[in-house]
T-cell receptor
Framework: NAGVMQNPRHLVRRRGQEARLRCSPM?????VYWYRQLPEEGLKFMVY????????ESGMPKERFSAEFPKEGPSILRIQQVVRGDSAAYFC??????????????????FGAGSRLTVL | GENVEQHPSTLSVQEGDSAVIKCTYS??????FPWYKQELGKGPQLIID?????GEKKDQRIAVTLNKTAKHFSLHITETQPEDSAVYFC????????????????FGGGTRLMVKP
């Protein structure tokens, strides 16, 4: 099992460009979460998705940011017209589907290695 | 919403000593408390977690305690080794009863642990 795969690992963009970050969850996982980490800070929740559905996007800025998790392919976090304040590490996590929340391992989040966005 | 505070922000110990990191949370409905270790340039890795139906859990040199009344939980690492040096994050969430429900973690600010040989 390759774990949660994120790419690119590093991305440099100029102000005003678009950034696309991709995340392939662990095999068998149907829940995807995106978190943002600013330098020397903790991780902040952005959005939670299941296949073809955004379940909770309360942590995602209303403008310029969007996320999707299509039926086929990876989850995408898209940032339009990037600004310097978007520079951060963006982490994707996935968790398995479970009918019973008490099963050991259910709801446990596994994180990818992150995508580090630098906006010049 | 949930708010998680973590202390200290940095912790330096001698190899072989114990390290303790403490977190408090605000939402009494939270029922899941994981701890993650993040090494430089890598993603967070789960090292231990505890659910609200137990007060303590241990895994070799790592233990976590939970005080639901006071709304705080702690990570204890005994016999620290240089490879324990990393940033540690606590987190809290509410795992709902719904089938196929997600788990949106709220993280603390992190503790940079340095173990000196």
């Amino acid at each position: 099992n390759a774990g949660v795969m994120q790419n690119p690992r590093h991305l440099v963009r100029r102000r005003g460009q678009e950034a696309r970050l991709r995340c392939s969850p662990m095999k068998g996982h149907s829940h995807v979460y995106w978190y943002r980490q600013l330098p020397e800070e903790g991780l902040k929740f952005m959005v939670y998705l299941q296949k073809e559905n955004i379940i909770d996007e309360s942590g995602m800025p209303k403008e310029r940011f969007s996320a999707e998790f299509p039926k086929e392919g990876p989850s995408i976090l898209r940032i339009q017209q990037v600004v310097r304040g978007d520079s951060a590490a963006y982490f994707c996590a996935s968790s398995p589907f479970s009918q019973r929340r008490t099963i050991s391992g259910a709801n446990v989040l596994t994180f990818g290695a992150g995508s580090r966005l630098t906006v010049l | 919403g949930e708010n998680v505070e973590q202390h200290p922000s940095t912790l330096s110990v001698q190899e072989g000593d114990s390290a303790v990191i403490k977190c408090t949370y605000s939402d009494s409905a939270s029922n899941y408390f994981p701890w993650y270790k993040q090494e430089l340039g890598k993603g967070p890795q789960l090292i231990i977690d505890i659910r609200s139906n137990v007060g303590e859990k241990k895994d070799q040199r790592i233990a976590v305690t939970l005080n639901k009344t006071a709304k705080h939980f702690s990570l204890h690492i005994t016999e620290t080794q240089p490879e324990d040096s990393a940033v540690y994050f606590c987190a809290a969430s509410i795992i709902p009863m719904n089938n196929n429900a997600g788990n949106m973690l709220t993280f603390g600010g992190g503790t940079r642990l340095m173990v000196k040989p």
